[in-house]
C-alpha cells in the first residue's frame, strides 16, 4: 500500500457519461497530481493541486475538471466521455517544500464504451 | 521545453543476462529530478530511484544500478542476472525543481521489457 488510495480501481462507462475519480494523498502530502496513461499518448500531466488551489495544468481537455478539497482529497471530474478517454488515471501526491519522490496510487481503469 | 526520450521501445533478454534501458533527457533548469519507475502488467506505478541534478554519483541497489551523466544528458538504468520477475515497462522521467509547488513529471514512452526463462 503505497498511502495513496484511488477509487474506484475500474470503472466502464459508456460514451456521454461523465464519471468521477477519486484520490486520497499520502498523509501529509499536500500536492496532488493527476496523470493520464493511454496508449497512444503514454503518461500525461494533467492538472496539480496545491493545498486546495490548482497550481499548474498539463493537457488536460475543457471536458475534464479537478479540485481538491479542505481535507487534500481530490476528484477528477471527467464528462461528455469519448471512446479515446479510455485510459489508465493515475493520482500522486507529494510533500510540499520537498524534492521528495511522488507517491503514485494504484490507479483507475476507465473503459469508455 | 523539457522532455524524456526513451529510444528502446522494447527489449527482449533470457534470464540471467544483464540489461541496460537507456534514458536521454532535455532541460535548461540548473536544478532537476530524474526518476525512474517500473510498471509491472498489474498496472501500478512502482518507483525505483530518484536522482537530483547536483549528485552525479552512480548508486547500485541489488542487481539495479544507474549510471547518470550530465555531460551526455543520460540517466541509464542496468538490470544485472535479470529475472523474469523484472518483466515489466519501465519509465524514465523528469521534474523540475522551479520555486513553487508545479513539480509535474514529464515522462518517457518506456521501454517495456521481456525476460524470457
Known amino acids: 500500500d503505497s498511502g495513496v488510495t484511488q477509487t474506484p480501481k475500474h470503472l466502464i462507462t459508456a460514451t456521454g457519461q461523465r464519471v468521477t475519480l477519486r484520490c486520497s494523498p499520502r498523509s501529509g502530502d499536500l500536492s496532488v497530481y493527476w496523470y493520464q496513461q493511454s496508449l497512444d499518448q503514454g503518461l500525461q500531466f494533467l492538472i496539480q493541486y496545491y493545498n486546495g488551489e490548482e497550481r499548474a495544468k498539463g493537457n488536460i481537455l475543457e471536458r475534464f475538471s479537478a479540485q481538491q478539497f479542505p481535507d487534500l482529497h481530490s476528484e477528477l471530474n471527467l464528462s461528455s466521455l469519448e471512446l479515446g478517454d479510455s485510459a489508465l488515471y493515475f493520482c500522486?501526491?507529494?510533500?510540499w517544500g520537498q524534492g521528495d519522490g511522488y507517491t503514485f496510487g494504484s490507479g483507475t481503469r476507465l473503459t469508455v464504451v | 521545453a523539457q522532455k524524456v526520450t526513451q529510444a528502446q521501445t522494447e527489449i527482449s533478454v533470457v534470464e540471467k543476462e544483464d540489461v541496460t534501458l537507456d534514458c536521454v533527457y532535455e532541460t535548461r533548469d540548473t536544478t532537476y529530478y530524474l526518476f525512474w519507475y517500473k510498471q509491472p502488467p498489474s498496472g501500478e506505478l512502482v518507483f525505483l530511484i530518484r536522482r537530483n541534478s547536483f549528485d552525479e554519483q552512480n548508486e547500485i541497489s541489488g542487481r539495479y544500478s544507474w549510471n547518470f551523466q550530465k555531460s551526455t544528458s543520460s540517466f541509464n538504468f542496468t538490470i544485472t542476472a535479470s529475472q523474469v520477475v523484472d518483466s515489466a515497462v519501465y519509465f524514465c522521467a523528469l521534474s523540475g525543481s522551479n520555486a513553487g509547488n508545479n513539480r509535474k513529471l514529464i515522462w518517457g514512452l518506456g521501454t517495456s521489457l521481456a525476460v524470457n526463462p
Open positions: 500522486a501526491s507529494s510533500p
